[in-house]
């Protein structure tokens, strides 16, 4: 088919109602909307449930994790495009929105929307060429280009900081108001959390979105119905890379502080882990990924040594056992127990 005449979302681009048996968003899209308000409502109780500011924090940190996740899965699991430099772009927003607080004092209002442009245009220049790759390639590439970033960081001492880190970040204020504590942070990074789900929530049942779904599931068969497949992917892994950059942008402003080691290949590895525990291609998924990826690290404070090795087994369990995630637990177990009530006595 000649791509040129292929238009990148048509009318009947992917299937109309999504496929609860292979993990996609079941129900209608109000009542992913209300379930998903509901869940917010009750992360907005945290500051006055929490015993302390510690918790608090673990709570802004776990919603930046929400961002993160929900954003690789949305090109992973939906788009099946496995990337490896996810934790690049989360660390590339960081530094475009900490340095121009540091370096040039720029509000981080304005940082966090460079942040964003700036790892959607990164991923754009790298997505052109990459994106032609796929499969173990693929990661390969992405895995290349994390490193590369990674050893910027740490060369460019006097942008970044070096390996020690970039410090005197400015945290957001409105007005005169800094929100430098942790419970006058927290309803900015809430609120741009749920911003960025909606959003996802938007997208997936959109016609841009049952075009993504249509390509992760049958490329050739997406370009017979019209679907230019190279641009659906390329926008998504710009969007996804964008939105990256927000978390980043949030992470900085919040720390005040950004480390090379926060961003490298390992974090990027975990979190597609993180992305398969919680159900890959599932809207919960990134959910309980992040509860996974915020807590486990705290837990394992005095078995630093032995995070890897947990964290590899309980992939390992959970995707033997329930290979779609934690998020597919339940279906799992309702199908189960349907076979057992439907077995000759």
Same mark, same amino acid.
């Given at each position: 088919?000649?791509?040129?005449?292929?238009?990148?979302?048509?009318?009947?681009?992917?299937?109309?109602?999504?496929?609860?048996?292979?993990? #996609?968003?079941?129900?209608?899209?109000?009542?992913?909307?209300?379930?998903?308000?509901?869940?917010?409502?009750?992360?907005?109780?945290?500051?006055?449930?929490?015993?302390?500011?510690?918790?608090?924090?673990?709570?802004?940190?776990?919603?930046?994790?929400?961002?993160?996740?929900?954003?690789?899965?949305?090109?992973?699991?939906?788009?099946?495009?496995?990337?490896?430099?996810?934790?690049?772009?989360?660390?590339?927003?960081?530094?475009?929105?900490?340095?121009?607080?540091?370096?040039?004092?720029?509000?981080?209002?304005?940082?966090?929307?460079?942040?964003?442009?700036?790892?959607? &245009?990164?991923?754009?220049?790298?997505?052109?060429?990459?994106?032609?790759?796929?499969?173990?390639?693929?990661?390969?590439?992405?895995?290349?280009?994390?490193?590369?970033?990674?050893?910027?960081?740490?060369? &460019?001492?006097?942008?970044?900081?070096?390996?020690?880190?970039?410090?005197?970040?400015?945290?957001?204020?409105?007005?005169?108001?800094?929100?430098?504590? +942790?419970?006058?942070?927290?309803?900015?990074?809430?609120?741009?959390?749920?911003?960025?789900?909606?959003?996802?929530?938007?997208?997936?049942?959109? #016609?841009?979105?049952?075009? &993504?779904?249509?390509?992760?599931?049958?490329?050739?068969?997406?370009?017979?119905?019209?679907?230019?497949?190279?641009?659906?992917?390329?926008?998504?892994?710009?969007?996804?890379?964008?939105?990256?950059?927000?978390?980043?942008?949030?992470?900085?402003?919040?720390?005040?502080? $950004?480390?090379?080691?926060?961003?490298?290949?390992?974090?990027?590895?975990?979190?597609?882990?993180?992305?398969?525990?919680?159900?890959?291609?599932?809207?919960?998924?990134?959910?309980?990924?992040?509860?996974?990826?915020?807590?486990?690290?705290?837990?394992?404070? +005095?078995?630093?040594? $032995?995070?890897?090795?947990?964290?590899?087994?309980?992939?390992?369990?959970?995707?033997?056992?329930?290979?779609?995630?934690?998020?597919?637990?339940?279906?799992?177990? #309702?199908? #189960?127990?349907?076979?057992?009530?439907?077995?000759?006595?």
């Amino acid at each position: 088919m000649n791509s040129k005449n292929a238009r990148p979302f048509p009318a009947n681009a992917g299937p109309r109602r999504p496929d609860r048996a292979a993990g #996609r968003p079941a129900g209608s899209f109000a009542s992913g909307r209300w379930r998903l308000l509901v869940l917010w409502l009750v992360f907005l109780v945290v500051p006055f449930a929490a015993p302390n500011n510690y918790l608090v924090s673990l709570a802004s940190l776990l919603l930046i994790n929400v961002i993160l996740i929900a954003s690789l899965n949305l090109l992973m699991g939906y788009g099946g495009q496995i990337s490896l430099g996810h934790a690049g772009f989360f660390g590339l927003g960081a530094y475009v929105s900490g340095i121009l607080s540091a370096r040039f004092g720029i509000a981080g209002w304005i940082g966090l929307p460079a942040a964003m442009l700036a790892t959607g &245009l990164a991923a754009l220049v790298i997505g052109v060429p990459v994106l032609r790759l796929r499969g173990l390639y693929l990661s390969m590439a992405t895995l290349g280009w994390n490193a590369i970033l990674v050893v910027l960081f740490n060369r &460019l001492v006097d942008l970044t900081g070096g390996p020690n880190g970039l410090l005197g970040v400015a945290p957001f204020s409105i007005g005169g108001f800094r929100l430098d504590t +942790d419970l006058r942070e927290f309803p900015l990074v809430w609120l741009m959390s749920l911003l960025v789900t909606v959003a996802i929530l938007h997208l997936l049942h959109s #016609r841009p979105g049952r075009a &993504l779904r249509a390509v992760a599931t049958n490329e050739l068969g997406a370009e017979a119905l019209g679907i230019d497949s190279a641009r659906v992917k390329l926008l998504f892994f710009v969007m996804s890379a964008g939105m990256a950059g927000i978390a980043g942008s949030l992470y900085v402003h919040i720390n005040q502080y $950004a480390s090379p080691e926060t961003f490298g290949v390992a974090n990027s590895i975990l979190l597609v882990v993180m992305v398969a525990l919680g159900g890959s291609g599932t809207y919960w998924g990134p959910v309980l990924g992040a509860i996974i990826y915020t807590a486990v690290p705290q837990l394992l404070l +005095d078995y630093e040594d $032995a995070e890897l090795l947990l964290f590899g087994a309980g992939m390992l369990v959970v995707l033997v056992v329930f290979p779609r995630g934690l998020a597919g637990l339940p279906s799992a177990l #309702r199908n #189960r127990h349907a076979r057992g009530y439907g077995r000759p006595a």
